[in-house]
């Protein structure tokens, strides 16, 4: 990969680069799946992510003028603007997420010059991967590099959420973490709201995670995630009225089956049962994954975990899809046809109506499992899926 950036930049900007006697820097980002915990980040919940080995590789060259010049293997057009002129412009379509991070990194009181700069990604686009992120700290990571800006992971990552709102992107703060934050063989516990973390071993030895792309447009994500929050915080009004709590995650599945009666509508009470069962199970998880090395049967326990979250997903808090279901019955009908134990868990991941599932397979059965649930999705959706095999990664870093 870094070869072949490396002649795709040099084949876009060639002897035109601007000081062509400067170094030419090689920076990546990972993209990040959410193992589980997911729609809970905005209610007070713990999330449970790692970055992955594959995301976005970026070449960089400064320029000794003003000039900045963008360009992608996957994405036209090639975008040229001035450091000084960095409104955001529709017709620049991908190029205004670095732009966004030119921005806000100026906005901060940074001092940039011109650059060049070319992207090449082996991450899905628009599967719930987090590809839009990891282009964003891909960016942040590299400027923050050749200007020795001195900015710290976690700075870069809160700086991330801003620069997609330059966009019009409304994108939460576990992508940029998890892709600036990420660590080898590990994820981590993250609360979203605070900012607390920590890291948890996930040694999933001869295991690996699988994603599954359903390859279905998401037209209904936006919408219905704004519907769920609104329903989540009718459900944590009801709740106030009789707990001390300020968000639905603050109470444990036995608090919430004592007060849920104080919440008046059955569909708020439901996404309110999702959310506080969730974050239990994130819990439960997470301490599963630090005994898989001592304890290899708490990976059955994790697998379980996966699979209950997918189905509250499904039926309470209603953001699966028939194709997102489809991959995880699939997935789990392979597992229960063999006796070597191939598949642990399998899940929605994402805002759901389409996107991805995540899967943990283990590594001798990945091409009998593609094969059966690949077969399985297109004769029961006529769609043809997408398999990414991957392994917890560092975060970003120059390479």
Not at 18 to 43: C, T
Not at 274 to 280: F, G, L, T
Not at 307 to 323: G, P
Request: some cysteine; glycine content about 8%; charged content about 20%.
């Amino acid at each position: 990969m870094k070869q072949k950036l490396i002649d795709g930049f040099n084949k876009v900007f060639g002897d035109e680069s601007k000081n062509s006697a400067a170094d030419l820097r090689v920076f990546f980002a990972p993209g990040r799946v959410n193992l589980i915990g997911e729609h809970i980040d905005y209610n007070g919940g713990l999330v449970f992510p790692c970055a992955l080995d594959i995301g976005t590789y970026v070449a960089v060259r400064r320029r000794d003028d003003d000039v900045i010049r963008l360009a992608s293997a996957d994405f036209e057009p090639l975008v040229t603007v001035a450091v000084d002129n960095l409104a955001f412009n529709p017709d620049h379509g991908w190029a205004n997420y670095p732009k966004g991070v030119a921005f806000c990194l100026g906005e901060m009181g940074n001092r940039l010059t011109g650059f060049d700069m070319y992207f090449l990604g082996d991450l899905p686009n628009g599967a719930g991967l987090s590809s839009s992120a990891s282009v964003s700290v891909a960016t942040a990571t590299a400027l923050n590099g050749i200007f020795n800006l001195g900015i710290e992971p976690v700075e870069l990552a809160k700086l991330c959420p801003k620069a997609e709102a330059y966009s019009g992107v409304n994108c939460g703060i576990m992508d940029p973490f998890a892709s600036a934050m990420g660590k080898k063989d590990h994820a981590f516990l993250l609360n979203c709201t605070t900012m607390e973390y920590s890291y948890v071993p996930l040694n999933l030895g001869d295991y690996r995670i699988v994603i599954v792309n359903t390859n279905k447009r998401r037209g209904l994500a936006d919408s219905k995630y704004n519907e769920r929050q609104g329903e989540c915080k009718q459900a944590l009004a009801d709740l106030q009225k009789v707990c001390n709590i300020t968000a639905l995650c603050d109470l444990t599945p036995e608090e919430f089956e004592t007060h849920k009666s104080a919440i008046g509508e059955e569909i708020p009470r439901m996404r309110a049962s999702h959310a506080i069962h969730e974050n239990h199970r994130t819990k439960a998880a997470a301490k599963f994954a630090e005994n898989f090395t001592t304890h290899p049967s708490y990976m059955n326990e994790f697998a379980l975990a996966m699979n209950h979250s997918h189905d509250s997903l499904a039926k309470m808090y209603e953001v699966s899809c028939h194709e997102l279901d489809v991959l995880v019955n699939a997935a789990n009908s392979f597992h229960e046809s063999s006796s070597s134990h191939p598949v642990m868990g399998s899940r929605m991941t994402g805002a759901g109506f389409g996107g991805c599932t995540v899967n943990i397979v283990h590594k001798d059965h990945i091409e009998a499992f593609s094969k059966y649930v690949g077969d399985t999705y297109q004769r029961e959706t006529g769609l043809t899926a997408s398999f990414y095999t991957a392994q917890p990664g560092d975060g970003a870093r120059e390479i």
